[in-house]
């Protein structure tokens, strides 16, 4: 059983930072890609960052400059460290990856319960 927990929400005032962490745990053989979602009250789910296999990383234009995605391969974690924090940016924010347990090479979407980030002074 795989399971992701993410961890580091709270509440920040705006210009503040915060840094979120996501385990995966359980029968892991690979992880491909990694991700961060968020979904603000009333809108629908969008994707922050993403952390590829290889290394590279994508950034919504929104977060560019701000948020930094990054990754422990030998703690199956990811991260994503947030400065210059919005009240724009306030949401559950979700971590996602791909992840495979098999020998046959295929990964599985699995998604953590989210962790809540509030940014209000």
């Known amino acids: 059983q795989v399971q992701l927990m993410e961890s580091g929400g709270g509440l920040v005032q705006p210009g503040g930072s915060l840094r979120l962490s996501c385990v995966a745990s359980g029968t892991i053989l690979r992880i491909n890609a990694m991700r961060w979602y968020r979904q603000a009250p009333g809108k629908q789910r969008e994707l922050v960052a993403y952390?590829?296999?290889?290394?590279?990383?994508d950034y919504a234009d929104s977060v560019k400059g701000r948020f930094t995605i990054s990754r422990d391969n030998a703690k199956n974690t990811v991260y994503l460290q947030m400065n210059s924090l919005k009240a724009e940016d306030t949401a559950v924010y979700y971590c996602?990856?791909?992840?495979?347990?098999?020998?046959?090479?295929?990964?599985?979407?699995?998604w953590g319960q989210g962790t809540q980030v509030t940014v209000s002074s």
């Open positions: 996602n990856a791909d992840i495979g347990w098999s020998f046959d090479g295929r990964t599985y979407d699995y």
């Open positions: 952390s590829y296999s290889d290394g590279g990383t």
